[in-house]
């Protein structure tokens, strides 16, 4: 069984992406591993701080375990922007596969100093744990939103560079034009969220690591295609499965107005994440 640095390694030397869904419950957790294994493509599942609250840490590291030793799924558990060093500990005793540090709301030298903090608690814990940082402000909530969150900004080459080198983090999340959570606008399908790949090209060079790419939902496909090619490794797609999972309940609910099992109403959300599960996994391992 391959290890995530060696699946991420793989994916960036042949220039394609590994998807990243996050869940908290486990309609979306299995949707998202039903299109992986019909695809049979590696994928990544994520829980932010407040999906990792709701499900509880040691069960999501539990159905990850599950998968992957006992059915030999090549799935990997990351925990996602994790705010402080105490939860980011927490997760890495839990037995996460990755873990994303997220100071980007700081000036750079205090992003630099405690993502480097953080990197050396959690290779401290368990040096096999991969770690991202993140450069760059790109919103924080994966929901729909009215208008475009205030002080969005974009990384540089050299803060990419500077970054790395000094935190030591394997994975740079930059900022390059996405955003997290989706406008009205991209919900209703009459907007996309367009990326600058000649940025992502240029700092890939400088930073020489594998890079993530957030907020990817609503994202234009071709723009999607370019960013891969020049350097996104991984690709994360959230609010896009929650509208999924949103549609899928209130349909199911209405067509069985009377009906109280949970097993029966539930698939109609799990079909219609798997839908966009399957759309995006295709699109990234295949750009
Ligand atoms: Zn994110």
Not at 51 to 74: M, S, T
Not at 154 to 167: I, N
């Amino acid at each position: 069984m391959k290890t995530l640095r060696e699946v991420l390694a793989a994916a960036d030397r042949e220039r394609r992406a590994i998807g990243h869904f996050n869940f908290s419950e486990l309609t979306a957790f299995n949707a998202i591993i039903a299109a992986a294994q019909a695809l049979h493509v590696p994928v990544m599942v994520g829980v932010s701080e407040g999906e990792r609250d709701f499900i509880g840490l040691p069960r999501a590291v539990a159905l990850v375990r599950n998968l992957r030793e006992n059915q030999g799924l090549p799935i990997f558990l990351n925990a996602d922007h994790t705010h402080s060093i105490e939860k980011a500990e927490q997760a890495a005793r839990a037995g996460f596969d990755e873990i994303i540090f997220d100071s980007s709301n700081k000036p750079l030298p205090e992003n630099i100093g405690e993502t480097r903090r953080a990197v050396e608690a959690i290779k401290a814990i368990d040096p096999s744990i991969l770690v991202e940082g993140e450069v760059g402000y790109i919103g924080t909530s994966s929901e729909i939103l009215e208008r475009a969150p205030d002080g969005l900004t974009l990384t540089t080459p050299q803060e990419a560079h500077d970054f790395v080198t000094e935190t030591r983090v394997d994975i740079l999340a930059p900022a390059v034009g996405n955003m997290h959570g989706m406008l009205t606008s991209m919900v209703r399908g009459e907007m996309a969220k367009h990326l600058d790949t000649q940025r992502i090209a240029a700092i890939k060079q400088a930073a020489g690591i594998p890079m993530t790419l957030h907020g990817g939902s609503g994202t234009d496909d071709a723009d999607f295609r370019a960013a891969i090619k020049a350097g996104i490794t991984i690709v994360h797609v959230n609010t896009e499965l929650r509208i999924a999972w949103r549609r899928g309940l209130e349909a199911s609910l209405k067509a069985r107005p009377d009906e109280v099992a949970p097993y029966k109403i539930l698939p109609a959300a799990e079909t219609e994440i798997r839908r966009v599960v399957e759309s995006r996994l295709l699109l990234f391992c295949n750009p």
